[in-house]
């Protein structure tokens, strides 16, 4: 399998397990940019890729363990209340949980496991709303054979 179809399958079965929640589903959760904000359902995640690395190559090169991260961000509206922060924290719990309890991500051709790294959380206004947004980091450790 070529390193592009291998990442792909990983960022791909990231956003699969998301849209395995209650709350995320294809509607809501997207890989792609939203340049548009006019007319999307909160909370809304997107699922971008960051960073791929090299951590070690086994038997002279032939297979690679790669260390992928991903920043999945949610964003969500509110009125400002502690209840509104509560709710993003309990999306961010909804994610975590999909993922600890699929750490290989579904992925049967993909030697890989996920687990969450950090969380950021952040408000910002504008003159009509409020939004609330979490951050996670995902850590995927994969295993690529490159011969």
């Not at 049967?108 to 950021?120: L, Q």
């Not at 980091?137 to 011969?147: C, D, G, H, L």
């Amino acid at each position: 399998m070529t390193y592009g179809t291998q990442y792909k399958a990983i960022y791909q079965a990231l956003i699969d397990t998301i849209v395995a929640t209650t709350t995320f589903t294809t509607t809501n959760t997207t890989g792609n940019y939203i340049k548009d904000w006019t007319g999307i359902t909160y909370p809304t995640c997107m699922v971008r890729p960051m960073k791929d690395r090299l951590v070690t190559t086994e038997l002279s090169g032939a297979l690679e363990q790669r260390e992928a991260r991903f920043k999945i961000i949610i964003k969500n509206t509110g009125t400002g209340t502690k209840t509104d922060q509560d709710t993003i924290i309990d999306y961010v719990g909804e994610i975590i949980d999909q993922i600890k309890s699929s750490r290989n991500l579904g992925l049967s051709s993909v030697s890989a496991e996920a687990s969450d790294e950090d969380i950021d959380y952040s408000l910002s206004t504008d003159r009509s709303a409020i939004f609330y947004y979490a951050i996670i980091i995902v850590r995927v450790n994969y295993v690529r054979a490159t011969s």
